[in-house]
């Protein structure tokens, strides 16, 4: 199996920036849907096993709890995620499949199932349905050390998004 695309170095600061804003999104996302979720199963059993006068400490962690789920998306990712976030390698294989390997950690689907590439200028974010794999395809243009630009794109023909930045 060769790779016939290849983003390969150091990601500049903006696309670093990228990643982290695309990963407190959609952890937010993540804990908005499972929040209100987890709080309608665990509250009532807890307030059946608690007594009267402890039953306002539960309406206080209840109340507190979706704060504190959305001040950790926020603070999320720190620089110790960042070895299983930033990609030091992205590349395509000749058989269709694309992977993104970090210090840490690797991921890696077929080509198929990429929903679209939106193109920011700079980099490429290389997006699957959902959340799934969400912020760990972004290749930084300049980084391309194998085939080129316009092999890129044709790949990716009719799934691009040109996106202007502000």
């Not at 400490?57 to 720190?78: D, E, F, R």
């Not at 058989?95 to 080509?111: L, N, P």
């Not at 990429?114 to 300049?142: A, L, P, R």
């Amino acid at each position: 199996m060769n790779s016939v695309f290849e983003f390969t170095g150091e990601l500049s600061t903006k696309v670093k920036k990228r990643i982290c804003n695309i990963h407190k999104i959609t952890t937010l996302i993540i804990l908005t849907i499972s929040t209100p979720i987890s709080l309608l199963i665990s509250l009532p059993v807890i307030g059946l096993l608690m007594e009267n006068g402890t039953k306002i400490a539960l309406i206080v962690t209840a109340l507190s709890y979706p704060v504190l789920m959305i001040m950790l998306a926020l603070i999320y990712p720190t620089k110790y995620e960042y070895p299983e976030i930033f990609p030091k390698i992205i590349y395509i294989t000749d058989d269709g499949y694309i992977v993104s390997r970090c210090e840490k950690a690797k991921r890696e689907d077929s080509i198929d199932g990429v929903k679209n590439v939106k193109d920011y200028g700079e980099w490429y974010e290389i997006n699957f349905s959902g959340v799934k794999h969400k912020g760990f395809f972004v290749c930084q243009k300049d980084l391309l050390t194998k085939g080129s630009i316009e092999e890129f794109e044709k790949l990716f023909e009719g799934r691009i998004e040109r996106i202007q930045n502000k």
